[in-house]
């Protein structure tokens, strides 16, 4: 039996690029075999199906996203490591063509939906909440953050924020206006 050959990473982008452009019910599978190039079988096969491209999709997205965020934090204090995560939110925002996170737009698709989905995307937001609940322990020991709160409320504090940015930009998708907003949300966050 001949096993398929195919560049995994390159396939997961095409298929998020997919599913955030039309969501997952309205993906269909004419849609992925055009987008990542694969035969229905090959995706089934790697895959078992739209769903487990889906959540290998997802799963793809979340790790590009906290390589990012730790990108973010080398060799810059705490709140310059922030600043650029936040700018690197506000970039993919701009440079998305539908302006949805595909984990934002999974999770108000199909979380009432499917429990599967919305376990695993509960458990990636919670992963990232814990990130940045560390970065923000960091950037209070520096002195740069508040300590009128825990990191863990800061850390929900910013991931509302990253967020309700991201739902804001459907209606006000202005660089300027994103950019204000994302300076606001750090602001929030600085030592007093």
């Known amino acids: 039996m001949r096993t398929a050959s195919f560049d995994r990473d390159q396939v997961l982008r095409s ?10 019910a309205a993906t269909t599978m004419q849609d992925l075999v055009a987008a ?29 996203r ?44 199909l979380s009432e939906q ?4 919305s376990a695993r995307l509960g458990t990636l937001l919670n992963d990232l909440e814990c990130r940045l609940a560390q970065m923000l322990a960091a950037a209070q020991q520096a ?17 509302v924020g990253i967020y309700g940015l991201r739902t804001y ?3 006000h998708p202005a660089p300027d206006c994103l950019q204000e907003t994302a300076d606001r949300l750090l602001a929030a966050l600085r030592a007093r």
């Open 15 to 24: 298929a998020m690029q997919a599913f955030r452009h039309k969501g997952f």
């Open 36 to 64: 990542t190039g694969l035969h229905p079988g090959s995706i089934y096969c790697a895959f078992g199906n739209k769903k487990g491209l889906l959540l290998a999709a997802v799963d793809h997205y979340v790790a590009d």
């Open 66 to 109: 906290q390589a990012a965020l730790a990108a973010s934090f080398e060799g810059v204090s705490p709140l310059a490591g922030l600043r650029r995560y936040l700018d690197q939110v506000v970039m993919e925002i701009q440079s998305c063509d539908s302006m949805a996170c595909l984990l934002t737009k999974t999770l108000q698709e």
């Open 114 to 117: 499917d429990e599967e989905v």
């Open 143 to 159: 002195g740069e953050a508040r300590d009128d709160a825990t990191p863990e409320q800061l850390a929900r504090l910013l991931l």
């Open 169 to 171: 930009a459907h209606v």
